[in-house]
């Protein structure tokens, strides 16, 4: 076994890719050990050579497995070479994980991570753990249709729920992009003090806005005259009022439903244009945060600004629609009623926090599905369906009031202070939930947060962009469930022995670094997190 000497957080994809290199076999090699011929990916060969366990009873005995079926079409007989097992048990690299050991199992080849070594790397440098790997030098315009048309007349009670749906996603999706480095604008800048903007503040979106400005109508103009004079106009319905036109806008029949469509797209197009300015670096793509039901409409408004001579990239990112069986809900009155449901369930326990309603908006499903939300339940917490996100609120409290709880025993003399990392012996930490929560929560979750901006980077050439923004939503929730169980089983703060101190504080250092990915990943979702229960 090699110690990861390379100063860099365990990545999950390096270690895989790492163990994979090791795994194949060099042609010169085939000969001797009797060796299928793979050393350039055979046609043969599987895409996948390892696979990472996540289950708790799996976890408890392994944490990579290359399957039987790999092996045997790796090697004669399924049999593992010396020389292979020695490459993959010696497997390092930068962020990789270091191996403890491995066999040759029924099931296949299993690994076990050193834990110890993992532990100690792992919460000895939180908070840069649990940071995205990856810093794109790039721009990215983040444009939501539902803002455009008449934004002053846009309220809390106009606000369909598929339309803060958009909202929601674009704005989580700007944390996202800009935690990966990306410099990130919003379109559009909506007036100053418009009702809109107050009600986003209360949910905790900052939406940029504006004072009233000129630009844009000029902006407007330049757009009207260079549609006017774009090759891929229709010359043949060109009319003399057309030509007599001042600045020539005329390019649609005056008082009807076409005139309005393209004098609206025009407008967004004139902010899209302010959006695009002020980049100090390269301008990656223009996303279009869109409903299903103003899909076709935003991709006419999107040709209309390539015939205009815009050149940048757009993509289209469709959400879903939002459905509340037995009642029709604005905005506005779903987050009243959801509010008042909390308030019921226990505002003391649970507290009054709405902001983990927005969670459950946005974590069902990709985008582009549907979202059904039960508005005649009680509130309450749970894991499933809407509820999710109160749960994971309800969690992050816990993890606030437990430190609250040591700080206040510290201040009474009962436990010395949390010692270095470097001070401490995590190989105390052996309940399988401790290990379940670094191996699939701690050391994935910066690679989740990369997820976004690679998806962007390899869009490809189609109109829509296949972005998983619900996973950040399903990652809190399912490691709430898992956080909870180990919490509930756990007792942390123990007896103030001082024999006793050394595990207390590992296990303080593993919840401080969840709190930390706790905080990130909300931040992400611009949702604080609550205080304490």
């Excluded at 289950?55 to 290359?66: P, V, Y």
């Excluded at 003391?348 to 926090?353: L, R, T």
């Excluded at 990369?450 to 929730?477: H, I, M, Y």
């Amino acid at each position: 076994m090699m110690e990861n000497t390379v100063e860099s957080p365990f990545r999950i994809s390096s270690t895989v890719q790492a163990l994979s290199s090791a795994l194949r076999v060099e042609p010169e090699s085939v000969a001797e050990d009797g060796c299928h011929c793979v050393g350039q990916r055979g046609t043969n060969e599987p895409e996948k050579l390892w696979f990472k366990e996540s289950s708790a009873k799996n976890l408890r005995n392994r944490d990579f497995l290359s399957p039987t079926t790999v092996l045997t079409t790796l090697f004669t007989d399924g049999k593992v070479p010396p020389r292979v097992m020695d490459r993959v048990l010696s497997a390092s690299g930068c962020g990789v994980l270091p191996i403890a050991g491995g066999e040759v199992i029924e099931e296949g080849l299993r690994l076990r991570v050193d834990r110890v070594a993992a532990f100690r790397d792992v919460l000895c440098s939180t908070p840069k753990s649990v940071q995205p790997s990856c810093k794109t030098q790039a721009g990215v315009v983040l444009n939501c249709p539902t803002l455009h048309p008449r934004p002053d007349l846009l309220t809390p009670d106009t606000l369909t729920l598929g339309q803060l749906r958009t909202i929601l996603i674009a704005d989580h999706l700007g944390a996202l992009l800009q935690s990966q480095g990306y410099s990130v604008s919003y379109c559009p800048a909506l007036p100053e003090g418009c009702e809109i903007i107050v009600f986003l503040k209360l949910l905790g979106v900052d939406w940029p806005s504006e004072p009233a400005s000129s630009a844009h109508a000029q902006r407007e103009d330049e757009l009207w005259k260079s549609l006017l004079n774009s090759p891929y106009r229709d010359r043949k319905e060109e009319t003399e009022t057309e030509k007599s036109r001042s600045g020539g806008k005329q390019m649609v029949n005056e008082g009807t439903g076409e005139e309005k469509l393209a004098r609206e797209s025009v407008f967004q197009l004139a902010q899209l244009q302010g959006a695009t300015l002020g980049f100090q670096v390269p301008v990656a793509a223009i996303l279009h945060v869109t409903s299903c039901q103003d899909e076709f409409r935003q991709q006419q408004t999107a040709v209309l600004w390539r015939a205009g001579g815009a050149t940048f990239t757009q993509k289209h990112l469709v959400c879903g629609p939002v459905k509340t069986p037995g009642s029709h809900l604005s905005a506005g009155q779903y987050l009243q009623l959801r509010r008042l449901q909390m308030k019921e369930a226990s505002e003391m326990k649970y507290g009054e926090q709405v902001e983990g309603e927005l969670v459950s908006v946005v974590q069902h499903g990709s985008p582009g599905e549907r979202v059904t939300l039960d508005v005649q339940r009680e509130g309450g917490v749970s894991t499933k369906g809407p509820r999710g996100g109160v749960f994971v609120m309800y969690n992050c409290a816990r993890l606030h009031t437990l430190f609250n709880s040591f700080e206040r025993a510290v201040e009474q003399g009962l436990y010395p202070e949390i010692p270095d990392g470097s001070q401490l012996d995590f190989s105390a930490l052996k309940e399988e939930g401790e290990w379940l929560l670094l191996f699939n929560y701690l050391i994935p979750f910066p690679e989740l947060l990369d997820q976004s901006g690679q998806a962007l980077e390899r869009a490809g050439e189609g109109a829509r962009a296949n972005l998983r923004t619900e996973q950040v939503c399903k990652f809190l929730v399912s490691l709430s469930k898992d956080f909870s169980s180990y919490y509930n089983r756990v007792h942390v703060l123990g007896e103030p022995m001082p024999h006793l101190f050394n595990q207390m504080f590992c296990r303080l250092q593993l919840l401080r670094a969840l709190r930390e990915l706790y905080h990130r990943a909300l931040d992400t979702l611009h949702i604080p997190p609550i205080p304490q229960l």
